[in-house]
């Protein structure tokens, strides 16, 4: 059973940080790509940033270049996602994902695996 345990949202201020974390269990970590989707009221989902944990390749959308920073741990089949300088347009619920064998960036159609969402709020 693949299983994607999410955490670390919660309210923080603009300009603060978050660091949200997934531990993944019933499948092979380096063999899926594991990332981070986020969906705000009436928007679509979108991609933030993923990881093929495989050879530590990334993937951030362009909206979070230079603010986010994700990372795996294999031995413990954990991802982090670091969030700093956080606006309010990052308010979103976040959600943890992970696939066999997509390209990073992939839309979130191609992700068959999906955590629980964790919420994240920056206050203005």
């Known amino acids: 059973d693949v299983q994607l345990q999410a955490s670390g949202g919660g309210l923080v201020q603009t300009g603060g940080s978050l660091r949200l974390s997934c531990t993944a269990s019933g499948f092979r970590f380096d063999d899926y790509v594991i990332g981070w989707f986020r969906q705000a009221p009436g928007k679509e989902r979108e991609e933030v940033s993923c990881?093929?944990?495989?050879?530590?390749?990334?993937y951030y959308a362009d909206s979070v270049k230079g603010r986010f920073t994700i990372s795996s741990d294999n031995g413990k089949k954990t991802v982090w996602l670091q969030m700093n300088s956080l606006k309010p347009e990052d308010t979103a619920v976040y959600y943890c994902v992970a696939e066999k064998g997509v390209g990073l960036g992939a839309p979130p159609l191609m992700y068959d695996y999906w955590g629980r969402g964790t919420q994240v709020t920056v206050s203005s």
């Open positions: 990881i093929d944990p495989s050879d530590g390749s990334t």
